[in-house]
Every structure is written in structure tokens, then in C-alpha cells.
């Protein structure tokens, strides 16, 4: 019988990796080709480090972005977020591990139409289990935080898109999560919103020691990382550690 993984006590790290990339490789069956989308990337990722995965259409960043969130399984290798290895999971422990310490950031902002500011930012800890007050205050208070104090109540058809980009970031942030994987979160969004969004995640992210890994093909936005990891054709092919 499969002995059930306890997902809730395996983030723990006693080190400064948060996540560790060992050999991961990633090959699609197309008919009869199969094409090689990760050749064996390893790299560390720290705790507390914004890294940005950078590259351009086709360099295999999205494909390793799923790995990371455990959206897919590799051909081989391994990924462990703390101790735990989480191409090991089954799925529905990797939901449950996804709900309890990783949030995300979407370039299209993935919000529910149906739903107030205040609902889409509260809903995943209806997952956990929260009670409605607790909830409540704790979306509240983080849209407060994004600058959405008056937009509480309003639906996303009533918001620009720079205001549910920052629904996006409170509902990411909102479990306090170990990592955030924010994925190309400014791609809809002029420049002066860029920098303000930006801002607001590296800040958040900071305050509490959070690790973020950014993915995006765009360099004004890779300025924002500690460290940029460069995908070509599935290969790192550039690892830079931001001189402080």
C-alpha cells in the first residue's frame, strides 16, 4: 500500500535552498518524434531570493515553470521545495502541498468574474479551511495593503487592469505562502503600472523573506530579480547573481 506523503511538514529547510533542481529533464512524444524541452537543468533557488527565469518563446522557461508548481511530471530528475521531492507526489497531495505553500501571479490575473475583490483574494483559504471573519479581515487587510482600499467590493469588470493585477498579487500573498511563481504578471500592463507592480511584489516578498520565482522574456522586468537564470533551448545557458 502507498504510504501517504505528509505535505503539511515537508517545506521545512534547515539550509538556505528552497528549491533544488537536480537533473530535470523534460521529452514530449509528437507522433513519431520526441522533442527535448529540458536537458537536464540543475540550479538551487534560495530562500528569500527573487529569481527570474528568463528566455525567450520556446527556451523551455514555461515548461520549467510547470515543473516548479508541479503542474507536470519530468521524464527524470528531481525537484525538492524543502524536503520534500515533489516529483514524487501523487496529485492529489501536490494540490494539497500547491494550496498550503505556493501562490501564484498570472498575466492574465485568472480572477473570478462572479466574484467580488474581496472573494478572489479570500477564496484559497476557503480552501484551507479558514473561518468567513478570518478570512475576511486577512483579504481586507492585503487589499488595503495593494492600494485597493475603495475597489474592496467591486467586480473585475469594474477594475483596470493594473487593479487586478494587485487583486492578483493580495490573492497570491493571502496564505502566506513559501513561493510565489509569478508568471510574466506585467505582460498586459503599460510601463509606469510595470514598475508599480513590480515594486509591490519584491516588497511583500522581502518583508517576509518569501522566495519568488519570476518567469518572463522581458529584460526591464528580469532587473527586478537578485538573480537571473537564462533558458535557451531547454539549457541554463547563463546563471547571474545581481552584485548588491
Not at 529540458?38 to 538551487?44: I, K, W
Not at 462572479?114 to 472573494?119: F, S, V
Not at 488595503?144 to 492578483?168: A, N
Not at 503600472?193 to 522581502?206: G, N, V, W, Y
Request: aromatic fraction near 6%; charged fraction near 25%; hydrophobic fraction near 35%.
Amino acid at each position: 500500500m502507498e504510504e501517504k506523503i505528509d505535505t503539511a511538514q515537508k517545506i521545512t529547510v534547515k539550509n538556505r535552498a528552497m528549491i533544488r533542481i537536480n537533473r530535470l529533464r523534460k521529452v514530449y512524444k509528437l507522433e513519431d518524434e520526441s522533442v527535448v524541452a529540458l536537458h537536464g537543468v540543475s540550479a538551487e533557488i534560495q530562500r528569500g531570493e527573487i529569481c527570474c527565469i528568463f528566455g525567450t518563446s520556446g527556451s523551455g522557461k514555461s515548461t520549467l515553470l510547470n515543473h516548479l508548481a508541479g503542474m507536470e511530471k519530468p521524464t527524470s530528475g528531481e525537484i525538492f521545495m524543502g524536503k520534500t521531492d515533489i516529483t514524487k507526489l501523487r496529485e492529489a497531495d501536490m494540490v494539497s502541498f500547491r494550496r498550503k505553500h505556493i501562490g501564484f501571479i498570472f498575466q492574465a490575473y485568472n480572477l473570478l468574474p462572479g466574484l467580488t475583490a474581496l472573494e478572489n483574494v479570500a477564496l484559497p483559504m476557503v480552501f484551507q479551511g479558514y473561518p468567513k471573519k478570518e478570512r475576511n479581515k486577512r483579504a481586507e487587510d492585503l487589499l488595503k495593503r495593494v492600494g485597493l482600499e475603495k475597489r474592496i467590493h467591486h467586480y473585475p469588470s469594474q477594475m483596470s487592469g493594473g487593479q487586478q493585477q494587485r487583486v492578483g498579487i493580495a490573492r497570491a500573498f493571502v496564505t502566506d505562502p513559501k513561493v510565489v511563481f509569478a508568471d510574466e504578471p506585467t505582460g498586459n500592463l503599460d510601463t509606469k503600472t510595470t514598475a508599480q507592480i513590480m515594486e509591490m511584489i519584491t516588497e511583500m516578498a522581502r518583508q517576509n523573506n518569501q522566495t519568488i520565482v519570476l518567469v518572463t522574456h522581458d529584460p526591464h522586468m528580469a532587473s527586478y530579480a537578485d538573480r537571473i537564470i537564462t533558458l535557451i533551448d531547454g539549457k541554463i545557458v547563463k546563471d547571474e547573481q545581481k552584485k548588491k
